[in-house]
């Protein structure tokens, strides 16, 4: 099979191929370009909320635990978009939004503030 691939290779011509390398090259170099803050959320809730398990105790009503480093580590891997879709969603048992809202500036994660009002 890779001496089929190696004919077809070497028999093409390389001013048929360079336009559509140059594609490949674009796409694949998007994919791997980090979304911009104004971006939306790419997950769904429920990947959300599962992503932010190890946040629990931190978030927990009237809990005095500081947010954990796996914590963190998920609130910068998840981002504002999503957090935020999260903290505006319905709302979630064993989890006070308040100090959801905090985790951030707990995690020195630079995101922009929640805006949790409904319209």
């Not at 559509?20 to 971006?39: D, N, Q, Y």
């Not at 959300?48 to 190890?54: A, D, H, K, Y």
């Amino acid at each position: 099979m890779t001496d089929m691939i190696f004919m077809v290779h070497r028999d093409m011509d390389p001013k048929k191929t360079a336009p559509m390398l140059l594609v490949l090259f674009v796409v694949i170099t998007a994919t791997m370009v980090e979304p911009a803050r104004g971006s939306t959320c790419m997950t769904t809730f429920f990947a959300t909320l599962v992503q932010m398990i190890p946040c629990r105790p931190a978030v927990a009503p009237f809990s005095p635990i500081l947010p954990s480093e796996a914590c963190c580590n998920a609130i910068k891997a998840l981002g504002q978009p999503c957090l935020c879709v999260l903290l505006s969603g319905p709302p979630i048992s064993g989890m006070d939004r308040n100090m959801a809202l905090q985790l951030p500036s707990k995690c020195t994660a630079n995101f922009e503030p929640c805006n949790t009002t409904k319209h």
